[in-house]
């Protein structure tokens, strides 16, 4: 009767899932980032029935296996992919307006401080992968997330370039001394996105950071607003630790506060009409007017 039973789903919904159990309040998510060796974060997703016992069971348990556990309401994408989906949206408007994906990795890589550039992301975790989450991500919040159109991840997925794991995506793959995958440049994949994109544009640096981390941003805000994440803290905790968020500038809401509230919605506004993910929330408006802080 009090045995707990956990998935690690990343895009079913756990409330969902639950309605076949006989003790929906015993279970709750558990999901896992790749590769699990290095990801120290695990997320613990509470269904509308589960349990407060299940909770602490479980977070006790990651806890006890070494990870680093954030609680996190349930809803499409949980917390990560939720946040994680913006920024490819950044990524296919960019690509469809002529940046370089590799120009775009370089700067988020290089400038920003990720640990992959999202092209170079996209082929790790698997585009098939990344292009049904998109899917599911557009289901789950239509007026912000839903396609315009084909889109870069389409393109490479319509004609199984996959990533990695079958060594090509964006880059092509080639074994390293060690065995491991290499990546190099392939022509092939320019021509494959001429078709949807606009003629060669080159933008700085500045505006690749904006037009990428923007939407990001705005969904960890609605996250918290909306109680998916209960802190600011944890949202930047599962960040840094579930999406490698550039742990020295500490995660969204730290980032916030150190270039300030009023700064950063006075860039938004520059790109809000690329759409609704580059709207910041009325809530963060009046914190910025205010002078607020997160921590």
């Excluded at 069971?57 to 349930?74: E, I």
């Excluded at 920003?112 to 990344?130: E, H, N």
């Excluded at 690749?208 to 923007?214: D, G």
């Amino acid at each position: 009767d009090d045995a707990v039973l956990a998935s690690n789903t990343s895009t079913i919904p756990i409330s969902l899932l639950a309605k076949g159990l006989k003790r929906p309040q015993n279970f709750c998510g558990m999901h896992f980032f790749n590769p699990v060796h290095r990801m120290p974060l695990v997320e613990i997703i509470r269904g509308e029935q589960t349990s407060d016992e299940t909770i602490n069971r479980v977070v006790a348990y990651a806890a006890a296996m070494g990870k680093s556990p954030v609680v996190v309401n349930d809803c499409p994408g949980f917390f990560v992919n939720r946040v994680l989906f913006p920024y490819f949206f950044g990524f296919n408007k960019l690509v469809a307006d002529g940046a370089d994906f590799a120009a775009v990795d370089k700067v988020m890589e290089k400038e920003f401080g990720w640990p992959m550039g999202p092209a170079y992301l996209l082929d790790v975790v698997g585009i098939d992968t990344g292009h049904h989450a998109g899917d599911v991500m557009a289901q789950g919040f239509p007026a912000r997330m839903s396609k315009e159109g084909r889109t870069a991840i389409d393109v490479m997925y319509e004609v199984n370039r996959f990533g990695q794991k079958n060594s090509k995506g964006f880059y092509a793959y080639e074994q390293d001394k060690k065995g491991k995958p290499k990546k190099v440049a392939d022509a092939a994949s320019y021509e494959l996105l001429a078709p949807i994109a606009k003629p060669k544009q080159d933008f700085d640096k500045d505006a690749i950071i904006a037009r990428m981390m923007i939407p990001m941003i705005n969904e960890v805000v609605l996250c918290l607003e909306e109680g998916i994440v209960a802190t600011p803290a944890e949202a930047d905790i599962a960040l840094v630790y579930g999406l490698g968020f550039p742990p020295f500038r500490g995660g969204v809401f730290r980032y916030l506060d150190t270039i300030g509230l009023a700064a950063y919605v006075a860039q938004a506004d520059q790109y809000a009409d690329l759409g609704p993910l580059y709207r910041v929330s009325d809530r963060l408006r009046e914190m910025a007017a205010q002078g607020n802080t997160f921590y």
